[in-house]
Nanobody, 125 residues
Framework: QVQLADSGGGSVQAGGSLRLSCEASGYISRSFCMAWFRQAKGKDREGVAAIGSDGSTTYGDSVKGRFTISKGNAKNTLYLQMNSLKPEDTAIYSC???????????????????WGQGTQVTVSS
């Protein structure tokens, strides 16, 4: 049974930084894709950043140049470094993983099987 545990959320002022972490338990191959999604109150969930089996990455337009997704040296660890945070970044952030070997990174929500419980990020102006 695969479980994802995301953490690192909190409250910061605009312009600040946060680093989210996601630890996977159970079998997650390094060939699986992993990603971060977020959902703001009253809005649909949107893809933030994804990393493919080859280490390539892709980002949502609203976070390009500010957020960085990476995998840790420890097995099954995913990070999201968020800089220059804006109030519109306020949302619940969740990590996700596919259950199969993927190719390049993808922000298509339906491709992901496993999901973390979410961590709240609040950015004040």
């Amino acid at each position: 049974q695969v479980q994802l545990a995301d953490s690192g959320g909190g409250s910061v002022q605009a312009g600040g930084s946060l680093r989210l972490s996601c630890e996977a338990s159970g079998y997650i191959s390094r060939s699986f894709c992993m990603a971060w999604f977020r959902q703001a109150k009253g809005k649909d969930r949107e893809g933030v950043a994804a990393i493919g089996s080859d280490g390539s990455t892709t980002y949502g337009d609203s976070v390009k140049g500010r957020f960085t997704i990476s995998k840790g040296n420890a097995k099954n660890t995913l990070y999201l470094q968020m800089n220059s945070l804006k109030p519109e970044d306020t949302a619940i952030y969740s990590c996700a993983a596919t259950s199969y070997a993927c190719g390049g990174p993808s922000l298509v929500e339906g491709l992901y099987t496993y999901w973390g419980q979410g961590t709240q990020v609040t950015v004040s102006s």
